[in-house]
């Protein structure tokens, strides 16, 4: 084993493609797991999609069988309401996302506008009315959402995203995530976002490293995307493992100049490589 990776306490695992797909455990996912724990190791999980609340990821993991509390769950909604109740509480949001996340943003003070309108009423909320824009996942994205988010970027809303990722592994394939609405709305307004909470970002950082109670260099950050997970985890000065049950092919990795210290077929094979 090499030397870093002995003084490894702390295990950060991304969920989509790395813990699970859909509805079914990656294989080894719930032995690798609990084979931590056991040795004493503290376990999180961290998401950057806000689609569920984190209790319905824990109840998901724990169904799974992999015994989970709301507070070992953190979630790219989570960490951008968490940001920004300290740093912007009074601003008017408007989201392009699900329910759950202005839910989220609710629970931490957050005005979103438009979310308890009904369709006639949704019509007439104009950049006036909208401080922020916020860009989420969203299966109900459409044409009005775009628009009504555009115009509030060029009138000068501010800019701000749970997560970047172009698309989301699932069962049969990958499906565009929150980072394909960027990307059309970087183009239309030639901006990026003010803020991004979800991985690689250091807003995530701070809050998981904070409820893990342990510096970044006795973590390990684990992942199915290298542009994600894996940065994330380097940026930190943690130490990182790449999954190919995801998005990352062996062949990606095989071209960085700065690799992961672990290259796992699926987190099954975690164990062995630690402890």
Same mark, same amino acid.
């Not at 769950?73 to 960490?79: L, N, Q």
């Not at 699900?98 to 839910?103: A, F, M, P, R, W």
């Given at each position: 084993?090499?030397?870093?990776?002995?003084?490894?306490?702390?295990?950060?695992?991304?969920?989509?493609?790395?813990?699970?797909?859909?509805?079914?455990?990656?294989?080894?996912?719930?032995?690798?797991?609990?084979?931590?724990?056991?040795?004493?190791?503290?376990?999180?999980?961290?998401?950057?999609?806000?689609?569920?609340?984190?209790?319905?990821?824990?109840?998901?993991?724990?169904?799974?069988?992999?015994?989970?509390?709301?507070?070992?769950?953190?979630?790219?909604?989570?960490?951008?309401?968490?940001?920004?109740?300290?740093?912007?509480?009074?601003?008017?949001?408007?989201?392009?996302?699900?329910?759950?996340?202005?839910?989220? &943003?609710?629970?931490?003070? &957050?005005?979103?506008?438009?979310?308890?309108? =009904?369709?006639?009423?949704? =019509?007439?909320?104009?950049?006036?009315?909208?401080?922020?824009?916020?860009?989420?996942?969203?299966?109900?994205?459409?044409?009005?959402?775009?628009?009504?988010?555009?115009?509030?970027?060029?009138?000068?809303?501010?800019?701000?995203?749970?997560?970047?990722?172009?698309?989301?592994?699932?069962?049969?394939?990958?499906?565009? =995530?929150?980072?394909?609405?960027?990307?059309?709305?970087?183009?239309?307004?030639?901006?990026?976002?003010?803020?991004?909470?979800?991985?690689?970002?250091?807003?995530?950082?701070?809050?998981?490293?904070?409820?893990?109670?342990?510096?970044?260099?006795?973590?390990?950050?684990?992942?199915?995307?290298?542009?994600?997970?894996?940065?994330?985890?380097?940026?930190?000065?943690?130490?990182?493992?790449?999954?190919?049950?995801?998005?990352?092919?062996?062949?990606?990795?095989?071209?960085?100049?700065?690799?992961?210290?672990?290259?796992?077929?699926?987190?099954?094979?975690?164990?062995?490589?630690?402890?």
């Amino acid at each position: 084993m090499p030397r870093q990776l002995q003084t490894i306490d702390g295990f950060l695992f991304d969920l989509d493609g790395t813990v699970y797909l859909g509805e079914a455990a990656i294989s080894g996912a719930v032995d690798a797991i609990a084979t931590l724990r056991q040795c004493g190791k503290k376990v999180m999980f961290v998401s950057n999609k806000p689609l569920e609340p984190r209790t319905a990821y824990a109840e998901k993991l724990t169904r799974l069988g992999i015994p989970t509390a709301p507070d070992d769950v953190i979630t790219s909604g989570y960490v951008l309401g968490h940001h920004l109740a300290k740093t912007a509480p009074n601003q008017r949001l408007y989201v392009i996302g699900e329910k759950n996340l202005i839910e989220e &943003l609710n629970q931490h003070g &957050l005005k979103v506008v438009g979310e308890l309108l =009904d369709q006639d009423e949704q =019509d007439v909320i104009t950049p006036v009315n909208i401080e922020a824009v916020v860009v989420a996942f969203d299966r109900t994205l459409d044409y009005r959402k775009l628009n009504t988010a555009y115009q509030a970027l060029i009138n000068g809303a501010r800019f701000y995203a749970t997560n970047g990722d172009k698309t989301c592994p699932m069962p049969g394939g990958a499906v565009p =995530d929150a980072g394909a609405t960027l990307a059309a709305l970087e183009a239309l307004t030639g901006r990026r976002p003010d803020v991004l909470a979800g991985k690689p970002s250091s807003l995530t950082v701070e809050v998981v490293l904070d409820r893990m109670g342990l510096p970044a260099e006795r973590c390990m950050m684990i992942g199915d995307r290298l542009e994600t997970d894996i940065l994330m985890g380097q940026q930190a000065g943690m130490a990182t493992a790449v999954v190919l049950s995801g998005v990352s092919k062996r062949a990606d990795v095989a071209v960085m100049e700065r690799p992961p210290n672990l290259v796992l077929e699926t987190i099954g094979e975690l164990p062995a490589s630690i402890v």
